[in-house]
C-alpha cells in the first residue's frame, strides 16, 4: 500500500467535506477578500497543490526504492535514476530551510552522504528524502516530465492524457496545461490578497489533482516493475513505457448494492460482489496475474481511488 496515494487521497476527501459545508459558500453575491468563506477556500486550493506536490515527491521515492536491487544493481541502475540518488538529494538539501539550526543542516547532510554513497561502495544503493524535485519550492510541469522519463516513462504528458481517455475521465485540454492552472491558481490563493477561488474552481480541481495524480503513479509504476524485471544487468535495457503498456481491472457500483469488477474493453462483470472492499480484495488478484492496475469509480462513474503493479 501506498502511503503517498494514501494521504493524497485523505486530503482531496478532506477539502470535498470543507466545499460540501456552508463555511464555504460564499454569503454575498460578490465575494469579499476577507469573508470566512473566501479564506476557506483560498486555504484549501494551497493544500490542495501541496498534497499533490507532496504525492509526486513521496511516491516517486516510494517506486526508487521498489526496484529489485537483485536485478538492477548499481552498476547498471539508468543514469537518470543514479542522478536522483546523488545529484538531486544535495540540490534537495541545498534548498533546506534556513531556518534550520547549523547542526540540523549538518546531520541532513551527514545523513544524505552515507545514504548515497552506499552504492558506489557495493552496498544496497539508496534514495533519499531529498532524491526528487526537492531543489526548488514547488513542482513544474517539467519536473514532473522529467522524473517519469527518469523510471522510463516515454513522454509523460501525452501518456498522461492517454491514461486519461483509458479511464473516462471527464478533462478537458491538455494535462500539462491543467497542472499549471492549478500551480497559478495555488501561487494567486497564496500571494493575492484580492484573489478569491470560486467554489466551482475549487470543485473542478479536485478531480483534476487525482487523475493527474492517478496517470503518474501508473505510469511511473508499470515502469518501475518493468525496470525491475528487466535484463538490464545483462546488458538489455527495457523499452521506454506508454500508455499502451498500461491498463485496468475497474471495480465500480452494479446494480443494487453490489458492486463488480471489469476487464479492459469489456461489458459483462468478472465478478461481482457485495461491498467494494470484497471486489477490491479480489481485484488485487486478478490484477495481479494479468498484470494490470486496479481503477475504483463511484456512483458517478468518476475515478476514486486506484492501485498500482506495485500496489
Known amino acids: ?181 492549478l500551480a497559478l491558481d495555488r501561487h494567486k490563493a497564496a500571494h493575492a490578497s484580492s484573489y478569491s477561488v470560486s467554489h466551482n474552481r475549487l470543485t473542478s480541481a479536485l478531480p483534476e489533482a487525482l487523475v493527474l495524480a492517478l496517470a503518474f503513479d501508473v505510469l511511473v509504476s508499470a515502469a518501475t516493475a518493468r525496470l525491475s524485471s528487466s535484463r538490464i544487468a545483462t546488458g538489455l535495457p527495457p523499452s521506454a513505457l506508454t500508455a499502451n503498456d498500461v491498463d485496468f481491472i475497474t471495480v465500480r457500483p452494479h446494480q443494487t448494492n453490489k458492486w463488480a469488477a471489469f476487464s479492459p474493453a469489456r461489458a459483462r462483470a468478472l465478478f461481482t460482489e457485495s461491498s467494494q472492499g470484497e471486489a477490491l480484495s479480489r481485484a488485487v488478484t486478478v490484477a495481479a496475474s494479468r498484470q494490470l492496475s486496479i481503477l475504483c469509480k463511484d456512483n458517478t462513474g468518476r475515478a476514486s481511488s486506484w492501485k498500482t503493479l506495485l500496489g
Not at 36 to 58: K, Q, T, W, Y
Request: proline content about 4%; overall charge neutral; charged content about 20%.
Open 1 to 181: 500500500m501506498s502511503a503517498a496515494r494514501e494521504y493524497l487521497l485523505g486530503r482531496i476527501e478532506a477539502i470535498g467535506s470543507i466545499l460540501a459545508s456552508h463555511l464555504a459558500i460564499d454569503a454575498s453575491p460578490v465575494p469579499q477578500a476577507n469573508s470566512p468563506a473566501v479564506v476557506i477556500r483560498n486555504g484549501a486550493m494551497v493544500m490542495l497543490f501541496c498534497a499533490l506536490e507532496g504525492f509526486i515527491r513521496d511516491r516517486s521515492l516510494e517506486c526508487a526504492r521498489a526496484i529489485n536491487q537483485t536485478s538492477v544493481p548499481y552498476s547498471h541502475l539508468p543514469a537518470s535514476l543514479k542522478a536522483a540518488s546523488l545529484i538531486s538529494t544535495f540540490e534537495g538539501l541545498m534548498n533546506l530551510s534556513r531556518q534550520m539550526s547549523f547542526t540540523d543542516r549538518l546531520t541532513a547532510f551527514e545523513k544524505a552522504s552515507v545514504a548515497v554513497a552506499s552504492g558506489a561502495l557495493g552496498a544496497p544503493y539508496n534514495f533519499t528524502e531529498y532524491s526528487f524535485a526537492r531543489d526548488k519550492s514547488n513542482i513544474t510541469a517539467d519536473d514532473i516530465s522529467k522524473i517519469a522519463k527518469g523510471f522510463g516513462v516515454e513522454n509523460f504528458w501525452n501518456a498522461a492524457r492517454a491514461i486519461c481517455a483509458k479511464i473516462g475521465a471527464p478533462i478537458v485540454g491538455n494535462l500539462d496545461e491543467i497542472f499549471k492552472q
